[in-house]
C-alpha cells in the first residue's frame, strides 16, 4: 500500500515517537507530522524522526492561526499536492487511533472514496473514558445526524482514510472550522459531493499522555457546526 497518514500535533512530544513507531511498522506507509507550533518541543522531536527515517517521516511547521482545522488544511492540501500516496490518512497523535488498523481502513479504502474508523459500529467500543465522555459523544453524533441526515454511525470520529482522488474533489481550502468540527464539515461535504463513504469499527483507547484538547469553544463550534453546515448548502 502506498499510505501517507496526517497526523497534526500540538504538545505531543512523549506520544509522537510511539504512535510513529507503530505507523512504519506498515510497508508503504508513510508519515506527514503537522506541528502547530508545540511548546512542549513537539515539532523538534519530529524532526528528529524525519533524520532517522528519511522518506518516511515528514514535518511541516506552522505558523499563524492554531486549531486542529487550520492544520488539517494546510497538512491535507499538502498531502494532495505531492502526489504520490494512494491513500490519505487522517490520525490524531495521542495513541487513540492504534495504527494496528491501518491495513483495514485501506483495504475498505478499495471500495470507497473515505472510510471511518467507527467506536460506534457495534455498540460503543471506547475504553478508559467516563461516562459523561460517552454520553456527550454519542449524544453529538445523534444531534449531528439528526440536523444533517449523514448515516455513518460516527460522525466525529477523526480516524480517517480518502482515496487520494476523492480527496482532491473536496472544498479544503474553503473549510472554516477551526477544532474538531472540521471532522464533521468535511464528512458533510462529502456526503454532499456523492461520495462513498463506509466504515470498519476500532477500540479507541483515551490518551494516557498529555492534556485533551477539548474546550468550551470547541463544543460551542461543534454545537453550531450542522446547523451552519445545511443552511449553507441551502443558500
Keep these: 500500500m502506498n499510505v501517507l497518514i496526517v497526523t497534526p500535533t500540538y504538545n505531543e512530544r512523549e506520544n509522537l515517537p510511539v504512535l510513529a513507531a507503530g505507523v512504519l511498522k506498515h510497508d508503504g506507509a508513510r508519515m506527514l507530522v503537522v506541528d502547530d507550533g508545540s511548546p512542549d518541543g513537539t515539532g523538534q522531536i519530529a524532526d528528529q524522526l524525519a533524520a532517522q527515517h528519511p522518506g518516511r517521516v515528514e514535518v511541516m511547521h506552522r505558523t499563524g492561526p492554531r486549531g486542529l482545522g487550520r492544520s488539517y488544511v494546510d497538512g491535507l492540501l499538502h498531502a494532495i499536492q505531492e502526489g504520490r500516496a494512494d491513500f490519505i490518512c487522517q490520525m490524531d497523535a495521542d495513541l487513540s487511533h492504534n495504527p494496528e488498523y491501518l491495513p483495514e481502513l485501506v483495504k475498505a479504502a478499495a471500495t470507497n472514496d473515505l472510510v471511518i474508523g467507527s467506536r460506534y459500529l457495534h455498540g460503543v467500543s471506547v475504553v478508559n473514558w467516563p461516562l459523561h465522555r460517552i454520553f456527550l459523544s454519542a449524544f453529538g453524533n445523534r444531534y449531528i445526524r439528526f440536523i444533517t441526515s449523514l448515516s455513518a454511525s460516527d460522525c466525529t470520529s477523526g480516524y480517517r482514510c480518502w482515496r487520494r482522488e476523492a480527496l482532491a ?67
Design 169 to 235: 474533489r473536496m472544498p479544503i481550502a474553503d473549510m472554516v472550522s477551526d477544532g474538531y468540527s472540521f471532522l464533521v464539515e468535511m464528512l458533510y461535504e462529502a456526503h454532499r459531493r456523492g461520495l462513498r463513504i463506509g466504515e470498519v469499527p476500532i477500540i479507541f483507547i483515551e490518551r494516557r499522555v498529555g492534556q485533551s484538547k477539548l474546550s468550551g469553544n470547541v463544543l460551542l463550534e461543534s454545537l453550531i457546526m450542522p446547523w451552519r453546515l445545511v443552511f449553507r448548502s441551502r443558500a
